[in-house]
């Protein structure tokens, strides 16, 4: 069952996902096959290894789910590979390591390890390194615990790789990447009296370039942009980026479908891309006053909010995905859809990530949802019909290539665009 954490690495060429049973699964890119030079090689599985078990916390006697919420990769520095992988409270940095050769003729040591009988040494010999076949080795390097007390929702490595962030939905702690016994708390947003709580941090992100800025969303639809030059704590924000609520369209759901479930600096830093329940948007950092642009996912839910949150839909968090130049952005829906927005030429398209689409060289088709009494064309799709078990919450793109992995409940979907720029 595939959580929210799916990432690829910097370059591209490794994939890691997490799941339900605090397993990460690391797939890996094959390189292009000499008898068909225009394909593009196919990720297989590179290594699997369980990040977390469950706990229980005594002192709160609450059960801490292995559930795997986020994967960050930190920038290669190499030959090793090294990744991040948090729960709701507990954040792990893992080594990913290839051993393709293995020591042998050791003085001291028989085949099995086993220390000889120093009698029986009668003459020294120099150990050599013997071929073997690859292994891959997973290694947990720093354990990041006792500094949470909600949920974490986020992990963010810093530009100067040297530091990172965590959020939970009150607190956000930045950590440098060799110390596990202490981290800084640079955001705290809980009231005096819980009483008085009036929104919740979702999301945080450093920015790509600028080691001293990071962005958070909270749950009344909000951004705050913090320079940490500023103040050790950046509960003072530098820029605040809010849409004016329309009166005229103010209902009971405005203040749920209007909070932020995921934020997103684009690769150059000039934009951020945020996700609330019914619309994606794009913010220049330069203007705090409304987004750029606007893009409506599934506008044709309007009418069935109150249906959505009886059966607690509503609330579901849906992340969003820049494509490698920022000119798309991709973000889910329900029935196993999932959209793309061209900012250039304001195309869009719903896709389907499903068992029949996934087959080798299948053609993605576009689908189109029919709001209710709206005309139908054919294989338009009724929005009473849409199934709402099915939902793409977690998208990730290649850095530089039009590769997209989506989790799709029980099943990781990864698609590329063919030399046609159809995406298959």
């Not at 996934?358 to 709206?374: D, E, H, Q, T, Y």
Request: net charge negative.
């Amino acid at each position: 069952m595939f959580s929210p954490s799916r990432s690829f690495n910097h370059t591209g060429e490794l994939l890691a996902t997490g799941d339900k049973g605090g397993r990460v699964v690391i797939f890996q890119r094959e390189p292009e096959s000499k008898s068909e030079p225009f394909s593009q090689g196919e990720y297989n599985v590179y290594s699997t290894f369980q990040s977390h078990e469950p706990e229980f916390d005594y002192l709160k006697s609450l059960e801490i789910e292995e559930k795997i919420n986020k994967i960050r990769w930190l920038p290669q520095q190499n030959a090793a590979h090294f990744l991040l992988s948090t729960n709701d409270k507990t954040i792990k940095l893992w080594k990913v390591s290839e051993r393709d050769k293995r020591p042998e003729g050791y003085n001291l040591k028989d085949e099995e390890g086993h220390i000889k009988d120093m009698s029986t040494v009668t003459s020294l010999q120099v150990p050599v390194l013997m071929p073997m076949d690859l292994m891959v080795e997973v290694s947990p390097r720093r354990v990041f615990a006792n500094a949470h007390t909600y949920h974490v929702n986020s992990i963010s490595v810093n530009s100067d790789y040297e530091t990172y962030m965590s959020a939970d939905d009150l607190r956000i702690n930045l950590w440098h990447l060799d110390i596990t016994d202490r981290s800084f708390n640079i955001v705290d947003i809980k009231p005096t009296n819980m009483e008085d709580l009036t929104e919740v941090i979702t999301a945080a992100e450093f920015h790509p370039h600028h080691c001293n800025l990071f962005v958070y969303s909270s749950s009344k639809g909000t951004l705050r942009l913090c320079d940490m030059r500023e103040a050790a704590l950046c509960d003072k924000h530098s820029k605040l980026f809010e849409e004016p609520e329309d009166p005229s369209a103010r209902s009971f759901f405005s203040e749920i479908i209007s909070s932020v479930s995921d934020v997103k600096f684009s690769h150059s830093g000039r934009y951020l891309l945020t996700r609330d329940y019914l619309t994606a948007k794009v913010w220049d950092l330069n203007m705090e006053s409304k987004p750029l642009e606007t893009y409506q996912v599934h506008d044709y839910l309007r009418s069935k909010l109150c249906s959505l949150y009886e059966n607690d839909c509503i609330f579901d968090k849906f992340e969003c995905a820049w494509n490698g130049s920022d000119s798309v952005i991709m973000t889910g829906a329900y029935n196993n859809f999932f959209r793309m927005f061209d900012r250039n030429t304001k195309r869009d398209v719903t896709l389907e990530a499903s068992r029949e689409s996934s087959k080798p060289r299948a053609v993605l088709k576009p689908r189109r949802v029919c709001a209710a009494g709206g005309k139908r064309r054919k294989d338009d799709i009724s929005v009473d019909s849409l199934d709402f078990t099915k939902k793409i919450l977690h998208t990730a793109w290649h850095p530089t290539e039009n590769i997209i992995a989506i989790a799709a409940t029980n099943n990781l979907y990864i698609f590329q665009d063919k030399l046609n720029s159809e995406l298959h």
